[in-house]
């Protein structure tokens, strides 16, 4: 059986509202998706699946590693992590098996990505640049449209990018439906109409690039996968240890294998999917992985998981620890620190107009309350986005109240689910060895920061007869070699976009056994996830060996 190929495509921040979710979440029949709504027709929806973190760089970090950010480190949005030395990229586990892996563009995981873990990661990366016909790829795809800075640009950016869509197409500020969570004022349901409208122009994008896998005559051989980091860039979801913050749309197609319109209901994490594209390649993993193949080599279910775990820490300036398990009807959340509020100060949302009028109106209300009046602008569902503190732990039946309104700890009759549930999230917090607990000052220190961060093991590097080969000592550290010298290339998108710092160089090949060698010099390094690229060997060959 030869090895199939992945299309693995991402958005960022949306829950899965999707034309194919309708009543499955609440507001997705607003979704006019019809790209994503044939995928799922074509192949499976999983319809609880979630993300590890209501945030994007540890949710991405458990996506690529196939491990919880609470077990490697990477649980804090904007962290230089240092994950254990048996953490790879499952992108590079495939590259070294003969895959041709890209990525486009995006990468946040919370550590650098080292050149070792595709074979083109920029803005141009595609599957069309593989060396031949049959070698098999992994090409990921990651699109920004849907991002929450995009929900929140000044008008004339937003119109320029809805420019595609008809006046029919589009759902109209008064015409959305809100969540009981969010106050119904103008600057929501212009978020709201943007979010929806922002998704039909993602659902484009999607169809663009599943036009061009049938371009190609590959759509028979590709297994396509989208998938979405975390919840809407909205109060109450991003961010947020909430059903909403963590629950994803997950849509998947293997022609021959997969049974068209299929769905699955038991719950599922985002990091399944590293074991689950490891196991259709045929591929085994690096090291063991805290994830589960959602199917095998032929395309059969495998057995589901009971629970789903998710954990909320610090966002950036915004320092709180949050843990939480969902079975596939409760929700079950655990809070380390419930005497901060949900929506602590943070710089970067701040800026966002729902956020200054969430703030706005809780401010209104004190006045009121400070005059002797009723305060009544919030109801309770939105009034605790904004509380001073909130409850040690809550239970919610999703079935019945997906929107979390009514807390069922304390109720006699959901005492056993409590008691599981709590049980459950004890064990898995002790399982994985809970980095999240620990004073962050300290973690770091274990790490190392700046020029006191370990460097990668130089490579041992021979050339006899024309051949190079290189060692290292260190299992954990991958070697690449290039003929073109270290160096980065431009800026790639996301630091233009958000101002983050990245670090890629040009692409480098990954060293899997000896070279021969087509050119005079040639340079080989070495990369360990959270250190320091090793100093780089340059080998200058003598004439008559190369």
């Not at 119109?159 to 119904?184: C, F, G, K, T, W």
């Not at 080989?524 to 320091?532: A, D, F, I, M, N």
Request: hydrophobic share 35%; with cysteine; net charge negative.
């Amino acid at each position: 059986m030869s090895r199939p190929n992945f299309l693995f495509i991402s958005t960022h921040d949306i829950n899965p509202h999707l034309g194919t979710y309708a009543g499955i979440w609440p507001g997705a029949e607003q979704a006019r998706t019809p790209n994503l709504d044939r995928l799922a027709a074509q192949g499976v929806r999983f319809d609880q699946a979630f993300s590890a973190a209501p945030i994007c760089a540890p949710s991405r970090s458990a996506v690529f590693t196939g491990r919880y950010p609470i077990s490697t480190g990477t649980m804090h949005m904007r962290s230089a992590a240092v994950p254990p030395a048996d953490v790879e990229l499952f992108s590079e586990t495939l590259r070294r098996s003969g895959y041709y892996t890209t990525n486009n563009w995006f990468t946040d995981v919370n550590f650098d990505v080292p050149p070792t873990a595709f074979d083109d990661c920029s803005a141009t990366a595609h599957w069309r640049d593989r060396p031949t016909r049959e070698t098999p790829f992994f090409a990921a795809f990651h699109g920004m449209t849907t991002h929450e800075s995009q929900i929140y640009a000044p008008e004339e950016r937003l119109q320029a990018a809805l420019a595609a869509l008809s006046v029919e197409d589009r759902v109209r500020p008064e015409d959305v439906s809100l969540p009981p969570y969010h106050p119904d004022t103008e600057s929501f349901r212009r978020a709201w109409s943007a979010y929806l409208n922002l998704i039909t122009v993602m659902d484009m994008w999607v169809g663009d690039l599943l036009s061009q896998l049938e371009e190609d005559g590959l759509a028979e051989e590709t297994i396509v996968i989208f998938w979405s980091d975390h919840g809407a860039g909205m109060p109450g979801a991003k961010r947020w240890a909430s059903e909403a913050g963590v629950r994803v749309p997950l849509i998947m197609r293997w022609p021959e294998h997969i049974e068209p319109g299929s769905v699955r209901s038991e719950v599922v994490e985002l990091q399944d999917l590293a074991a689950t594209v490891l196991t259709m390649a045929d591929v085994q993993p690096a090291a063991p992985l805290e994830a589960t193949p959602l199917y095998d080599r032929e395309g059969e279910v495998l057995e589901a998981r009971k629970y789903a775990f998710s954990a909320r820490d610090r966002m950036v300036d915004d320092r709180d620890t949050s843990r939480t398990v969902r079975d596939e009807r409760f929700r079950y959340t655990r809070h380390l620190h419930p005497d901060r509020p949900w929506m602590q100060y943070s710089h970067y949302p701040e800026r966002f107009a729902t956020w200054r009028n969430l703030r706005e109106l809780r401010y209104q209300e004190a006045q009121l309350t400070g005059n002797g009046e009723q305060a009544l602008l919030l109801t309770p569902p939105q009034r605790r986005l904004v509380d001073s503190h909130k409850e040690p732990e809550e239970l919610f039946d999703i079935l019945h109240d997906p929107h979390q309104t009514e807390n069922l700890v304390g109720s006699p009759e959901h005492g056993a689910k409590l008691a599981e549930l709590s049980a459950a999230l004890d064990q898995w917090m002790e399982r994985t060895g809970d980095l999240g607990q620990l004073a962050e000052d300290a973690l770091v220190e274990t790490w190392g920061t700046g020029e006191y961060r370990p460097r990668a093991e130089a490579p041992r590097v021979r050339c006899e007869g024309g051949e190079l080969t290189a060692e290292v000592s260190d299992p954990s550290v991958s070697i690449g070699w290039s003929y073109e010298p270290p160096g980065r290339r431009d800026p790639i998108p996301l630091e233009v976009i958000l101002g983050q710092r990245m670090t890629f160089e040009h692409p480098w090949n990954l060293y899997t056994g000896p070279i021969t060698l087509t050119e005079r010099t040639v340079w080989v390094r070495t990369w360990r996830l959270g250190y320091q690229p090793g100093l780089p060997v340059r080998l200058d060959v003598p004439s008559e060996a190369a």
